[in-house]
């Protein structure tokens, strides 16, 4: 278990330039199974979980070639797909969620593929079922083994057939793999309630650089015709819209000045303006987003009709889920209260019990809300140990330390390192006193 050792209270300064998106990169290394293509990926974040995917597109036969940093070439044309039904599958698959999206498109190019037990965040339940059914509407025959959680799907012997599905749920992996298996499918397939985050807008976009056919990218209804075989294509992955939240977060929370650099503003959606219900002044300069030192703090704004602000997760283009930990523990600084409402994860906010524990005001409704009474600065947060729940929480808690007074302990770091690449040198670049001590 690895830790981090955080002396906070200092302000930081300098740029920072985000990563390229794990979300994002976990799809469309996936995609990269569709081709005997070669297909060139820049700005591939260097990150656990997307190295984990690295290494089992590798067990499965692809050839990966690293170009430089972040670039790489990969050619899926000699493959192993004994690989998918063996144990090693089974069991360094379950190290990830991005696994989960090998399925769609090895079903889609082979006619079938397997799940492994899904990893990822223990942040609720996280069902399946929407890749399965659209699977299945694709004509697909779907497989469980309940006693190893192991899922097989197959395609009938005359192939996958395009057809009209509207998805239970917006979901985000499970809209990329059946996209992915629908591109080969015969003829059209139409998805209403499609999920149309940048990762996904991303994907279809790289898919018809390959020769796919899919209009309506960016809405929630996608139509796909089919086609028989895809090219290879060269893609390059946006930046990381949930790396530049937690920043614009720990500037804020850290009085710190603080430029992101090249955020592609155009693929924010509504972070920035979320950021600034809280108060959060964020100037857009260029491709930049520069945040000055909130040496007076932040001021909650308040609704219309002057009730109590409220943050809630939703199916893009709502606010995105992956940053309501970060607006809490920011918000335990600000002038104001606010209701914060995870509406998707049901155990997202446990976290929030280290933060108390720090001193901040925080009372946990139900296992979705919590309201945050801010401190407007008016006492500092105590440093204490901590071990790191699930990724996004492990960064808010990063934040607190960092604006916390004395010498903070991080333990069950790797839950941080799944997405954030070589965090402690960028965050020392800019003066934090943190390090790795195991
Ligand atoms: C590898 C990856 O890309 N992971 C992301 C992906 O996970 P993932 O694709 O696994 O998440 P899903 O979009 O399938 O669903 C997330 C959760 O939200 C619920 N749900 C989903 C859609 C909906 O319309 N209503 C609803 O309540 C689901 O029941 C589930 O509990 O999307 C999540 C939701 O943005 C993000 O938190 C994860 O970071
Ligand atoms: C929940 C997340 O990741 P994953 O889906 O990989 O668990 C996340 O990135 O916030």
Redesign the pocket.
């Known amino acids: 278990m690895g830790t981090f050792q955080i002396e906070g209270g200092h302000a930081l300064k300098g740029e920072i330039q985000p990563q390229g998106a794990k979300?994002e990169a976990?799809q469309i290394l996936c995609a990269v199974l569709l081709t005997s293509e070669k297909v060139v990926i820049n700005n591939i974040p260097d990150i656990l979980d997307v190295n984990k995917l690295i290494h089992l597109l590798k067990q499965l036969g692809v050839k990966v070639e690293k170009l430089k940093k972040g670039s790489y070439a990969f050619q899926a044309n000699d493959l192993d797909l004994d690989y998918m039904k063996g144990e090693k599958f089974k069991e360094e698959g379950s190290g990830l969620?991005?696994s989960i999206m090998i399925v769609g498109p090895m079903l889609g190019r082979f006619g079938h593929g397997y799940i492994p037990r899904p990893g990822?965040d223990k942040i609720?339940?996280?069902?399946l079922d929407?890749h399965f059914e659209g699977f299945i509407k694709l004509g697909a025959d779907f497989r469980y083994n309940k006693e190893e959680r192991f899922y097989g799907v197959e395609a009938p012997k005359d192939g996958l057939k395009g057809t009209y599905m509207l998805l239970e749920?917006?979901?985000?992996?499970?809209t990329a793999n059946i996209v992915m298996a629908a591109v080969l499918a015969k003829g059209k397939t139409t998805i209403y309630n499609a999920?149309c985050e940048p990762?996904l807008q991303q994907l279809c976009k790289m898919l018809n650089s390959m020769g796919a056919k899919i209009t309506g990218v960016g809405s929630n209804l996608l139509e796909i015709e089919g086609v028989a075989s895809l090219g290879g294509c060269t893609h390059t992955i946006l930046p990381d819209m949930i790396e530049i939240g937690s920043w614009i977060g720990l500037a804020a929370m850290t009085k710190s000045e603080i430029t992101i650099k090249n955020v592609g503003w155009e693929h924010l959606g509504l972070i920035p303006t979320t950021f600034r219900k809280l108060g959060i002044n964020l100037e857009k300069r260029g491709e930049d987003i520069y945040i000055p030192a909130h040496e007076n703090g932040y001021e909650v704004q308040s609704f219309i009709d002057g009730s109590i602000m409220s943050i809630s997760d939703a199916?893009w283009p709502g606010f995105?889920?992956?940053l309501l930990s970060i607006m809490l523990v920011v918000a335990t600084q600000a002038k104001g209260d606010v209701l914060i409402h995870q509406?998707?994860?049901e155990s997202r906010l446990f976290f929030v019990d280290k933060l108390i524990d720090m001193g901040a005001k925080i009372i946990l409704c139900d296992p979705h809300r919590a309201t945050v009474i801010g401190h407007n600065f008016e006492s500092q947060l105590k440093a204490t140990t901590m071990v790191s729940p699930d990724i996004r929480a492990g960064i808010s808690l990063l934040i607190a330390a960092l604006s916390a007074k004395g010498t903070s302990i991080i333990h069950n770091i790797e839950q941080i390192d799944r997405g954030y690449e070589n965090i402690e040198e960028r965050l020392q670049a800019i003066g934090a006193k943190i390090k790795r001590v195991a």
């Open positions: 979300n976990l969620r991005g990822g609720g339940r996280r069902r929407t749920e917006a979901s985000v992996t499970g999920a990762y199916p995105t889920p992956d509406k998707m994860f």
